[in-house]
């Protein structure tokens, strides 16, 4: 159990803001800007996925993916609440549970909830860092994982750390219609 309030301790660190010059991505599908984006990530690839839109980078073997729903979220929806988030751990099945765990953080001056988890894969340990929060009434799912590994990689690290310099603007698909 005190593992996981030092990984919450640690997000909580990598999510608050930095200074360091790195690459400005735009992403206009989702309504995002990555502005910490590390030289070696590739360029963040967008998909149309079931409910909404996708965008994915890598690191080595770390990954970070940004979906939107397309759908509003309903009304009174809040990351904050664990009703909601129980909702959230049953529509994105493959992210670790949030109901129970994790603790409010903030990205892009929005309330978020970010959940960081460590489980053991034999001797080997893989890490997971999910994030919800809502934006312009549409949730968005932040999500960064690495396979199991004998110590946690620093691209996952890096990959976190690019939470912290996500801009949120307006929409812009090319050629919608």
């Known amino acids: 159990m005190n ?5 919450c301790l640690a997000t909580l660190l ?21 502005t910490t984006l590390p030289d070696q990530a590739s360029r963040p690839q967008v998909s149309a996925e079931s409910g909404g839109s996708e965008a994915t980078t890598r690191l080595g073997n770390a990954e970070f993916s940004i979906f939107r729903e397309d759908d509003p979220a309903p009304a009174g929806s809040d990351v904050a609440e664990p009703s909601y ?11 670790v549970k ?10 892009g001056g929005h309330a978020a909830w970010t959940v ?16 919800y929060l809502l934006v312009d009434q549409h949730l968005y799912r932040l999500l960064v994982s690495s396979p199991p590994a ?14 912290s ?6 929409i812009r698909r090319p050629n919608a219609g």
């Open 165 to 170: 310099g996500i801009r949120f603007e307006q």
């Open 116 to 131: 960081v988890d460590a489980r053991e894969a034999g001797s080997l340990t893989a890490y997971t860092c999910v994030t």
């Open 150 to 163: 004998a110590a946690r990689p620093a691209e996952f690290d890096a990959l976190v750390k690019v939470m």
């Open 14 to 34: 990598l999510l608050s803001p930095l200074v360091a010059v790195a690459n400005e991505v735009d992403i206009p599908e989702l309504g995002v800007r990555l």
């Open 85 to 95: 988030r129980s909702i959230l751990d049953a529509k994105f099945p493959d992210s």
């Open 98 to 107: 949030s109901k129970t765990q994790g603790a409010p953080t903030a990205v």
């Open 3 to 7: 593992e996981r309030v030092g990984w």
